[in-house]
């Protein structure tokens, strides 16, 4: 009796009834619906604005649940899955005929995660079916990682949101998947390049205009404020900035602009902790209304690098 009335029931429920809810998941939020249910992921695709091209990523409640929606497992995927799932990492897999075509633009591939947030684990436990969650943000926005950037977003077009929290790593999975027998990050993440590296050998990085295998998401603009967005050295920022600009940095302020204008990603150094501050920063920022946003490079390794692209997105120019 009792178990009807908690938040995750509603949701098991409301996702059950082939509605739309945000779910919390230790990346970001995501828009979920059940994968089977026609009318759900046409749903999550108007709510987002998402161009139909652009596939969803499917969302299990560990590896033997992705078991019948593949084809096969190539055995570098399957050893980075055991290693390294539950967590933020997407595979790409040749799925089977069980997943519908509407979720993958048409492509023989399916995006297949592992969510490790507990109450994304426990709600896909409660469910019999696998849930479609892109990232809960209009197309080309930035993530949301608090339940309120999801409310700003989609306020009450939106039934329900299961509030978990501020997400505790903050930046979207890192994407691997194969081509020519090649493993390829798809997408970075705070799962690095070397930490697959370590476990797999080498691993290249997929370039959108080489390939013959599109992945849409990967626009270059993307994950981007309203704010214009600026990425360049530190050593830049003192020339470039202007008052009514903010300026953010990895670790320290820099001593010849106001204190005020700037915003620290992290005190303590720790990439982990900038890519877990990251978007809430640029959330909070765009709301200020600043003149641009002027970003600092960080560190090319680990988290830094998953930084450095986001920010590369957001402040891409066509
Ligand atoms: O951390 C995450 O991955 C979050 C949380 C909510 O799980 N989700 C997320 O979803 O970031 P989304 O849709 O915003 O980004 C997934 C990316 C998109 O760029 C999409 O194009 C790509 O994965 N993708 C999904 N299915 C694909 C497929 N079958 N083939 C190639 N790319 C795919
Ligand atoms: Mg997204």
Redesign the pocket.
Known sequence: MEKHHTPIATAAALLSDGEVIAIP?E????LAGNMYNENAVAKIYELKKRPKQ????V?VANIQAATPLIKDFPPKLLLLAEKLLPG?L?L?LNKSDLVPNSI??G?N???I?V?AHPLAVELLKMIDFPLV????NPYTRI?PTKVKHVQAYFGSALKFILDGGDCTIGL??T?V?MEDNQPLI??Q?VISKQEIENIIGPVGNYNAISSTMP????APRHYAPQTETILTEREKIEAIFESGMAVLVFQEGISSIPIEAQYVLSENGSLAEAAKNLYRILHDLDHKRFKSILCEMLPDIGAGSAINDRLRRASYKN
């Open positions: 998941t990346t970001v939020y995501g652009n596939p969803l990523i969302h933020p997407t790409l993958t633009a492509s591939r399916v995006a995660r969510p969650a892109p990232s809960a993530s979207e999975s994407i998947g798809y997408r993440g992945t849409p998401g990967l």
